[in-house]
T-cell receptor, first 113, second 113 residues
C-alpha cells in the first residue's frame, strides 16, 4: 500500500530564517506531487505541483520554492520566511493517467514568529 | 477562474439525522470532483471521487452526487454519528491529467450525541 510522509510535524521559525519541508511517498512510482497551504480561516491553496523529477509548476507568486530531486520526494523551501508564511502545509500525491483520488499527508504546522 | 463555494460554513445536528452538505462551482468544465474529510490538525482523508461522466458515488453511509450543468454537488450523510464530526471539503479537478484541485472553504460539521 502507498504511504505519504511529511516532516517535521511542527516547526517554529523566526522571520527571515530559511525553511525546508520534506515529503516522501512510498509504494508507488512516478506520482504527481502537490504542495498546499492552509492558512487560518482560509481554504487550501495550491502552491506547487510536479508531474516528474525536476518538473515544477508554481501556482502562486511568493517567496517559496519547490524541488523534486527524486521521483517520490518533494521539498518546499524558502530562503527567508515572512510572517505571512505561517500555516498548515500539506503534501499530496496522485497516480498518473486517469481519474484518481488525491491522497494527503499528515501536514506540517509552521509558525513564523 | 474556477471558484468553489460550500454552504453552510458550519452545521450542527443531533445524532441519527440524515444531512446534506452542498458544494457549488462556477465553471462546469471540470474533470472530477472529490469530497474530503479533515479532522482538526490533521491532513485530508479522501471520501469519494466522482468522475465527470458519473452522476453519483456511494461509500457506506455517504452518497455524493454531481450535476455538472448546474455546477453543483451534494454529499449526503445518512444516520449521522458523533464520529462524523469534522470539516468536509469539496474540490474540483480543473486540468485533465495534472489533477489540479480547487477547493471550497469547507463545512464544519458537528454531530451532537
Amino acid at each position: 500500500s502507498q504511504t505519504i510522509h511529511q516532516w517535521p510535524a511542527t516547526l517554529v521559525q523566526p522571520v527571515g530564517s530559511p525553511l525546508s519541508l520534506e515529503c516522501t511517498v512510498e509504494g508507488t512510482s512516478n506520482p504527481n506531487l502537490y504542495w498546499y497551504r492552509q492558512a487560518a480561516g482560509r481554504g487550501l491553496q495550491l502552491l506547487f505541483y510536479s508531474v516528474g523529477i525536476g518538473q515544477i509548476s508554481s501556482e502562486v507568486p511568493q517567496n517559496l520554492s519547490a524541488s523534486r530531486p527524486q521521483d517520490r520526494q518533494f521539498i518546499l523551501s524558502s530562503k527567508k520566511l515572512l510572517l505571512s508564511d505561517s500555516g498548515f502545509y500539506l503534501c499530496a500525491w496522485t497516480p498518473k493517467g486517469g481519474a484518481y483520488e488525491q491522497y494527503f499527508g499528515p501536514g506540517t504546522r509552521l509558525t513564523v514568529t | 477562474k474556477q471558484e468553489v463555494t460550500q454552504i453552510p460554513a458550519a452545521l450542527s445536528v443531533p445524532e441519527g439525522e440524515n444531512l446534506v452538505l452542498n458544494c457549488s462551482f462556477t465553471d462546469s468544465a471540470i474533470y472530477n470532483l472529490q469530497w474530503f474529510r479533515q479532522d482538526p490538525g490533521k491532513g485530508l482523508t479522501s471520501l469519494l471521487l466522482i468522475q465527470s461522466s458519473q452522476r453519483e458515488q456511494t461509500s457506506g453511509r455517504l452518497n455524493a452526487s454531481l450535476d455538472k450543468s448546474s455546477g453543483r454537488s451534494t454529499l449526503y450523510i445518512a444516520a449521522s454519528q458523533p464520529g462524523d464530526s469534522a470539516t468536509y471539503l469539496c474540490a474540483v479537478d480543473i486540468i485533465q491529467g495534472a489533477q489540479k484541485l480547487v477547493f471550497g472553504q469547507g463545512t464544519r460539521l458537528t454531530i451532537n450525541p
